[in-house]
């Protein structure tokens, strides 16, 4: 039995030492916190050459690796014990418990009527300048708490309460002279010292209105082009208001009520061949809404349809005789690129051929001669030269929208 002890004991021996070095003691900025504070953890006597990880909150899981870290411990309803786990070359080293006290919660509620509270949300939306908002206490640590602080979020000075002045069966109010965001921070402390603090968001606001102005046609234009649109409707928005501005449901602008222009100046690129308005009422065609939103609603205006034709890039091929000689026909085919024609109507069709118009130099008839084909719109013509000499042959596309290019 003496010699089963004497073996055990060897075994455990470099187990026990390992545990005993100053590499792998922990220092820890405290053992007792409350929930929500931070403890930093360092080795005693690190060795630079070894990959230390730790384990912060006992759950298994490796929170970070290092020599020093920190770590942000939790609110807990309870007074609760976490042990932290060191491992050195991921091997468990040792291990120290920290006590982390029950944290107050400073939760509250709103009664029945217009306010409606969601997570840490509250929302008033009958547009009223002067709202008194009414809460009362929802904290779940109720008996525990020992006093309040509430800051309002509009400039007035913080005011306090306890647990008779602040309850769960009664109300206490607050006049908010103004429309818009308000952060209300609500911070309690129970009997042990432990403080808490949350943040409400209070908007106090209506349905937005907006409206956008036609600027002017919206058919028949040519990239680039650029269009003002008036924006309408807006101005007696409150504070918090978004705005949103949309391409074909790509959002292209975001303003805030007070950075809102009066104006919204885009200029569209391309051309809107082979695109859908994002409401599905036009073919070939963009369309522009604006989104005015808040936390009590959204409205939305829309103009459309927007068709922008692109510049074609005139261009035609030369297919010569071999020999190029007096008599023998050319072949001139238009192979202009970029024609991206919108065409209005109900609906609006989009072409991609423009037939050309062509030009030659000399007398018809004497100098050269058609073989195939017409001067006016043919997308190809057939010419025989009688004469020798040098000719200029121009070619001309004409974009109902952009203009004539040759």
Request: proline share 7%; net charge negative; glycine share 10%.
């Amino acid at each position: 039995m003496k010699e089963y002890i004497s073996g055990l004991l060897l075994a455990l021996l470099p187990l026990l030492g390992y545990a005993g070095n100053s590499q792998c003691n922990i220092i820890a900025s405290s053992t007792t916190i409350c929930g929500g504070e931070t403890i930093d953890f360092e080795i005693a006597s690190p060795q630079n050459t070894i990959n230390y990880e730790w384990d912060l909150d006992g759950d298994g899981t490796i929170d970070g690796s290092g020599n020093t870290i920190s770590f942000d411990y939790p609110g807990v309803s309870n007074d609760s014990i976490f042990t932290i786990t060191l491992f050195e070359g991921n091997a468990p080293c040792t291990s120290i418990d920290i006590t982390v006290k029950a944290t107050p919660d400073p939760s509250i509620g709103v009664p029945q009527g217009i306010v409606l509270l969601s997570g840490t949300d509250l929302k008033a939306c009958n547009g009223s300048n002067a709202f008194e908002l009414e809460l009362f206490n929802a904290s779940t640590t109720f008996s525990e708490n020992s006093s309040y602080t509430i800051s309002w979020g509009d400039g007035s000075p913080p005011e306090h309460y306890d647990n008779s002045s602040f309850s769960n069966v009664s109300t206490i109010s607050h006049t908010y002279a103004g429309l818009g965001y308000f952060p209300i921070f609500i911070t309690a402390e129970n009997a042990m010292g432990c403080v808490f603090t949350k943040q409400y968001t209070f908007y106090n606001g209506g349905n937005p209105s907006v409206g956008i102005a036609i600027p002017g046609n919206t058919v028949g234009l040519c990239a680039p082009a650029t269009l003002d649109f008036p924006i309408i409707n807006a101005s007696s928005n409150p504070p918090g208001t978004e705005y949103r501005i949309y391409i074909n449901g790509e959002e292209v602008a975001m303003y805030e009520q007070q950075s809102l222009p009066d104006v919204f100046t885009y200029t569209f690129e391309e051309s809107s061949c082979n695109r859908t308005t994002s409401t599905g009422n036009y073919s070939n065609a963009f369309d522009l809404r604006i989104v005015a939103s808040n936390p009590c609603n959204s409205s939305t205006a829309t103009i459309e349809p927007i068709e922008i034709s692109a510049p074609p890039e005139p261009y035609f091929d030369i297919s010569a005789p071999p020999q190029a000689c007096p008599g023998e026909p050319f072949t001139f085919s238009n192979n202009s690129t970029n024609v991206s024609e919108v065409i209005s109507g109900s609906p609006a069709e989009c072409v991609d051929v423009l037939n050309p118009s062509w030009s030659i130099s000399g007398q018809q008839g004497q100098d050269w001669m058609l073989v195939s084909g017409n001067l006016f719109n043919a997308g190809q013509i057939g010419v025989k030269f009688m004469e020798p000499g040098t000719y200029t042959i121009e070619m001309t596309v004409v974009s109902f929208a952009c203009g004539e290019f040759t």
